[in-house]
């Protein structure tokens, strides 16, 4: 990048902010303990990118991200923290919608990785409107796309159809072939799955699809407190929204109708497509589960885009 | 004759055997309510050790969250001195070349006599006042600091733990008072002001490890009770021939319906799945086998008070007095 990148850092430890601005000594860094200043500034000196603290005296950071997203909304946010809480898990991927989720201690390398990434996403990326689309808009997002429930416990099948099925059009599959093949078939607007059932871990197909089809929003149920799990969906799934056993009416609805909202934006703006980047996953290191080997990976790839208007 | 003696006869037996019965019962029933005390006991015993784990957990990700954050500073650091450091040698082998060349130039003469006067203060100047120089000494100094944060932590925790003792000790409550509060330090920082009123106070003889699972059983209890912000103030105090330790909340408070049953076992008020209502049975089983007391008053809806009672031990009486400046 020619231009420095403009980073803010919040955290109420001052040697951390020390810390991170030796390490991004090249680029232009701004550092406080002081949320109000934080969303002042990050507006006022333009930032691209930036690094909070989840706990602090003042103010939580999912919430401080949570705002800065309204003032300054090209700005790629990432949650630096030491102890990482299911409950910080889940309003970073439902309230502030973070870029990267990052444990402390963090390795250099990869922190000035992902800030570089970030940073070039916030400066090249368009963002989509943060405006609701229109209701003939919805009702269009409804006839055209179907939901995918990925799932085989038939009770929290049961459930969904009951919440879903008057609304969305719900296909189910038990399987990953059935998965493929419903993808394959219909063009999928959204895609619900549980992170992990009795059947193995379906975080793979999730991060796999979403490496390939960032447009298709995924919605992940758990009933585990597994915090690193929930991490590492944000990470390398870019899950869109997360909820927990047992799942309520009101908010799988509204999570099901602002993910279908969302990939019909992306749908007719590809071009910011680039925003939901994942990184690879770290732990399967290129080996893949036994079921997903057979020729699926392939398959994924080669799923229509059905997507309108150019990539960036 | 013969027929009364047979009445006789099985009446006697009769009664024997009843007798034999009833016993045997009696036996049974006793054998019964043994073997339930026994349960009763392991399960108890169960039920401590099970509250001991649930506190180790809390520790474990107290310290955790605490350690984190200087390790993050420390590791990143280490890293950057190291870069800077490469670069600061990138600059010294500037400087050598710049003196190398001096090698062909002869030094008899005045020109090159003059230009090296002018030149090494300049090299010794961009050498010693290399910024990477001043900024590898600052970031040295917040790790060195990190280094002594870890350290009191695993300090406090093995004090709080006390894994190499066990048994009985003469004790400073404030010393306690300061590991509870540290090892709960994640819940209370977000949100809740702490405010210390610690005074001298003779030393108690206990078993610190028990007293610090009483300590921050109550101070996670108050945490609670706290739904947003809040302040807890902690105190410690001499009363005649007790030491007094106060934790009290500006949280929800106690009902007065509740109070009188706040010491029961299995009694609790939060969701399943948050508390075994066990935590305030096992804090007053404690201090009644340290010969202390517990009492709480309470204003629904302004928060609520724990008084901790120990006795003081004469023995250290005599011969010591700990100030509580000694524990920070």
Known sequence: ?312 | MNWLLVILLSLTIAALSWCWLSRAKLLKENLAASEELKRMQTSQSQVMHTNKLASLGQMVAGVTHEINTPLGFLRSNAQVVTELLDEHVQLIGKVASALAKFEQVDLSMPQAQEALKRLLPKMQAALTNDERIVESRELLTDALEGVDQISALVKNLKGFARVDRDGQELWNVNEGIESALMIANHQLKDRIDVIKNLETVPLVRVMPSQINQVFLNLITNAAQAMHERGTLTVSSRRNGESVEIEFLDTGSGIPSTVLPKIFDPFFTTKPVGEGTGLGLSIVHKILTSHQGDIKVDSTPGRGARFTVSLPVDHAALKSHSVSTRDVA
């Not at chain 1, 995924?218 to 799942?247: F, S």
């Not at chain 1, 969302?262 to 749908?267: A, D, G, N, S, T």
């Not at chain 1, 399967?284 to 790839?301: C, F, H, V, Y």
């Open chain 1, 1 to 312: 990048m020619a231009d420095k990148i403009r980073i803010l850092c919040i955290d109420d430890e001052a040697r951390i902010l020390r810390a991170l601005k030796a390490l991004f000594r090249e680029h232009e860094v701004h550092t406080t303990s002081d949320p109000k200043l934080a969303l002042l500034w990050a507006k006022s000196k333009d930032i691209d990118v930036i690094v909070c603290d989840q706990r602090m005296p003042q103010m939580l950071g999912v919430e401080l991200l949570r705002e800065i997203k309204l003032v300054q909304p090209r700005a790629m946010r990432l949650l630096l923290t030491g102890y990482s809480d299911l409950n910080a898990v889940l309003a970073s991927v439902n309230e502030s919608e973070v870029f990267r989720f990052i444990n402390k201690p963090w390795d250099n390398t990869e922190l000035r990785h992902i800030v570089t990434q970030a940073a070039s996403i916030a400066r090249d990326v368009p963002t989509l409107s943060t405006a609701p689309i229109s209701e003939s808009e919805k009702e269009q997002a409804r006839q055209t796309a179907s939901v995918l429930v990925i799932e085989d416990d038939p009770d929290t099948q049961n459930r969904l159809r009951e919440i879903l099925g008057t609304h969305y059009t719900v296909r189910f599959a038990n399987n990953a072939e059935r998965a493929m093949q419903l993808l394959e078939q219909h063009e999928t607007g959204v895609v619900i799955s549980e992170a992990e059932t009795t059947a193995g871990d379906w975080t793979t197909l999730i991060k796999l699809l979403k490496q390939y089809h960032p447009q298709i929003p995924t919605v992940v149920i758990t009933d585990r407190a597994n915090a690193q799990l929930a991490i590492d969906l944000i990470n390398e799934g870019q899950v869109y929204r997360m909820l927990i056993k047992p799942v309520r009416m009101g908010t799988c609805r509204l999570s099901v109708e602002s993910a279908i909202g969302h990939y019909w934006q992306l749908k007719k703006n590809p071009n910011v497509l680039r925003r939901y980047s994942v990184s690879p996953p770290k732990n399967s290191g290129g080996i893949l589960p036994a079921w997903l080997s057979s020729g699926l990976l392939e398959r994924i790839k080669k799923l229509p885009r059905r997507l309108l208007g150019s990539m960036a």
